[in-house]
């Protein structure tokens, strides 16, 4: 159950013994690519068809496709070679911005179709504030507008689901106001905005994306003094559960933004992160750190605290269920 919930990640071209044992038994939710990882489109296609043969393994206990994923945004931001080619700043400034929107969704679901994977970890719809600002100036924004930005990630999401590929849609409630050199993956980020602002700009675009039926939402490692002046949205039960499944009604999978983020360095070992994501009401637990182990020690913070009953049972299984009904929404390898 813990484990079911930890997305992994490895180093190089070639996953680790350790990994493919998770799999076999059942005791990975899924694995994150980088470019580290992808040599050749042949290459990542090989890797993925041995990670599919672990997950239908007879030891396994759960039937249904792991979850395979990826950062296929568009433009500078794309782990495989191809669509879509442009950045969302590119998108948003086209002729026909709608068009643009749903056909690089449609390109970016034909490439992570072709590789095996299941899940883009797109679109942003963050909003952002100034030209060169954190967002920005890697061109990862459609429009500082709201109302742009809600229509156009909504295309883009319907586009990338129905071609097959869950979208999520990141980073709630939104890192449009962080200023170039507020990097979350770095140093902790503040946002003093207020509470209106957050909803009425930040939020904006994730209604709509609710809306659109955005399989899943990542939640950002800023923290947001008016919403919660204690901890990151991540970890934060008041955006978690009050903004996100409340206030806007979201139904689906949550997922972490990277685990090892230098945000969450005063927040402990990476079992002690991980559990607090979940008791916050995160589903997915994203260890991006490149190491197996990584990933096995959020997956044994989780396992104790739901032993010890830091992680209501109740809680934690609602979780799993929403995981594994996305698994069971995925249509599994291609070809």
Not at 21 to 29: P, V
Not at 37 to 62: C, E, F, G, K, W
Not at 197 to 220: F, G, H, W
Request: glycine content about 10%; some cysteine; hydrophobic content about 40%.
């Amino acid at each position: 159950m813990a484990g079911l919930r930890v997305i992994y990640s490895y180093d190089g071209l070639t996953p680790p013994a350790r990994l493919l044992w998770l799999i076999r038994h059942g005791e990975a939710g899924g694995v994150v690519f980088f470019t580290s990882n992808i040599s050749s489109r042949a290459q990542i296609s090989a890797v993925i068809r041995r990670l599919d043969q672990a997950d239908a393994s007879t030891l396994n206990p759960v039937h249904s496709p792991l979850l395979l994923m990826t950062d296929q945004e568009g433009g500078m931001v794309r782990r495989l070679p191809g669509q879509p080619v442009l950045s969302e700043k590119q998108v948003g400034e086209s002729a026909h911005p709608a068009a643009e929107a749903a056909s690089t969704a449609a390109g970016a679901a034909k490439n992570l179709r072709g590789a095996g994977m299941n899940i883009n970890l797109a679109p942003v719809l963050d909003v952002y504030r100034k030209a060169g600002d954190f967002i920005d100036k890697f061109s990862r924004s459609y429009s500082r507008s709201p109302q742009t930005v809600s229509r156009l990630g909504s295309d883009f999401i319907r586009a990338l689901q129905a071609g097959g590929i869950a979208a999520t849609a990141k980073h709630f409630p939104g890192l449009g106001a962080a200023a170039a050199s507020q990097d979350t993956d770095i140093r902790p980020v503040t946002l003093n905005l207020s509470k209106a602002t957050i909803r009425n700009v930040d939020e904006l675009p994730y209604q709509a994306a609710i809306s659109a039926k955005t399989k899943m939402i990542m939640v950002s490692w800023a923290t947001y003094p008016s919403l919660d002046a204690k901890r990151p949205a991540g970890l934060s039960s008041t955006i978690v559960q009050g903004e996100l499944r409340q206030r806007l009604a979201f139904g689906g999978v949550t997922i972490t933004d990277a685990l090892e983020a230098g945000a969450l360095n005063g927040f402990g070992a990476i079992s002690h992160r991980g559990e607090l994501a979940a008791r916050a009401g995160m589903d997915l637990i994203l260890c991006s750190g490149q190491k197996v182990s990584e990933g096995d020690e959020a997956a044994d913070g989780l396992e104790s605290a739901y032993q010890n009953g830091t992680l209501g049972h109740t809680a934690f299984k609602a979780s799993l269920q929403r995981i594994l009904a996305l698994r069971a929404s995925l249509t599994g390898p291609a070809g």
